[in-house]
Each structure stands twice: as C-alpha cells, then as structure tokens.
C-alpha cells in the first residue's frame, strides 16, 4: 500500500511563497516519478510539474520559473517551491506517484492566494 502525505498549503498573498511536501511510504520511493497536479471546482486535474527517478523535470507553461519541484530520496519526499504566487494558482494540490504502471495519491493540500 502506497501513502503519500501532502503538507504545506496554505493562505499567502500574491507574491508570495510556499513550500509543499509529499512524504511516502510503502513504496519504492527512488523508482517512482514523482509529480504534483492542481485542481480547482468543476475542472479537471491538471499536471504542475513532474519529476522522474534521475532528477530530470518537467513543468507547466503557467508555472516555469516561479515554481520548483525537487526530491529527497534519503527522506523519501518530494517537494514543491512555489514563488512569485498568483490568485490564479488557487487550487488544491495533490501529490502522485508513478511507479510499476500504477497511479498513487496523496489527500490534497489547500492553496489560495489572495489578491
């Protein structure tokens, strides 16, 4: 069984910064690719950004060069770096784990940035 424990979210004004974390267990932590989505009410989730087991990274249009995603293998955790926050990147947001062609999630953790 795969447990992924978001933490970090939170209420923070535009410009602002946040720190989340996604702590695992139960798992082959070092395999997965590890990946945080947003969601907001009546859309779909969408991917925010992506890292594979060797580090390499992928973000999304609306987040590149504010937010970054990095991991610690030794902790089993992964993290997201989000800078220069935006009202539009009010969401909750959720951590996943891709590992032996099975999709794994956390609960979610609220962001909301005012204006």
């Known amino acids: 069984q795969v447990r992924l424990v978001e933490s970090g979210g939170g209420l923070v004004q535009a410009g602002g910064s946040l720190r989340l974390s996604c702590a695992a267990s139960?798992?082959?932590?070092?395999?997965?690719?590890m990946g945080w989505y947003r969601q907001t009410p009546g859309n779909q989730r969408e991917v925010v950004a992506t890292?594979?087991?060797?580090?390499?990274?992928n973000y999304a249009d609306s987040v590149k060069g504010r937010f970054t995603i990095s991991r610690d293998n030794a902790k089993n955790t992964v993290f997201l770096q989000m800078n220069s926050l935006k009202p539009e990147d009010t969401a909750v947001y959720y951590c996943?784990?891709?590992?032996?062609?099975?999709?794994?999630w956390g609960q979610g953790t609220q962001v909301t940035v005012s204006s």
């Open positions: 996943n784990a891709y590992i032996f062609l099975a999709n794994y």
């Open positions: 139960g798992t082959s932590f070092r395999a997965a690719v």
């Open positions: 890292i594979t087991s060797g580090g390499s990274t």
